[in-house]
């Protein structure tokens, strides 16, 4: 079966410009995460969303950054006004039930570079 | 807050040797659990392995076995007859049961490197 899938693989935006991020997760999934990952760290998270609710955006850096998962499947992440500090590889995952203890499977994600 | 430490930043073996990585994590919660995964150079996050807060059973899948000792806060791995398939980077992660946070808190990784 398919896993996560992220799209673009590579983004390179210049400072200032907006960009979008995709993610198809597996299908049936209910929970649907992002994690930022800057080289030689672990991830961090950024949102998390139940279906098509955003429970917990906690983990986002700055009002420039955005999530939706508007009919509780694929999910979009965007960025405007890119800036230098942006640049990384961001990471979609997503688990099959609600809780806690569910793994969660990520996809490739995008490798994002602000020049 | 919860806090996972991976302190060892990398490793490297020869194949075939025994190597064990490190975990040590921070909670306040009673019910949490916690994870291994491997990424591979190609960049994927893949899940090894889970455990719940409840359960201190070793555990052994093959050459991988993990070792969660409560009183230590410590959920170590070691791989027995390292491969050179085994190069990855290995993130610990834990995710607690209450206040409803869902999310994944990661370690900074311990790259592993199997020389032939």
């Known amino acids: 079966g398919a896993g996560v899938s992220q799209s673009p693989r590579y983004k390179v935006a210049k400072r200032g410009q907006d960009v979008a991020l995709r993610c198809d997760p597996i299908s049936g999934h209910v929970s649907l995460f992002w994690y930022q990952q800057a080289l030689g760290q672990g991830p961090e998270f950024l949102t998390y969303?139940?279906?098509?609710?955003?429970?917990?955006k906690s983990g986002l850096p700055s009002d420039r950054f955005f999530a939706e998962r508007p009919e509780g499947s694929v999910s979009t992440l965007k960025i405007q006004r890119t800036q230098q500090e942006d640049s990384a590889v961001y990471l979609c995952?997503?688990?099959?039930?609600?809780?806690?203890?569910?793994?969660?499977?990520f996809g490739p994600g995008t490798r994002l570079t602000v020049t | 807050a919860q806090k996972v430490t991976q302190a060892q930043t990398e490793i490297s073996v020869v194949e075939k040797e025994d190597v064990t990585l490190d975990c040590v994590y921070e909670?306040?919660?009673?019910?949490?659990?916690l994870f291994w995964y491997k990424q591979p150079p190609s960049g994927e996050l893949v899940f090894l392995i889970r455990?719940?807060?409840?359960?201190?059973q070793n555990e052994i899948s093959g050459r991988y076995s993990w070792n969660f000792q409560k009183s230590t806060s410590s959920f170590n791995f070691t791989i027995t007859a390292s491969q050179v398939v085994d190069s990855a980077v290995y993130f610990c992660a834990l995710s607690e049961a209450s206040g409803g946070r869902r999310a994944l808190t990661f370690g900074s990784g311990t790259r592993l490197q199997v020389q032939p």
């Open positions: 969303f139940q279906n098509e609710a955003q429970l917990d």
């Open positions: 909670t306040r919660d009673t019910t949490y659990y």
């Open positions: 995952a997503s688990s099959l039930g609600q809780g806690p203890s569910y793994e969660q499977y």
């Open positions: 455990r719940n807060s409840f359960d201190e």
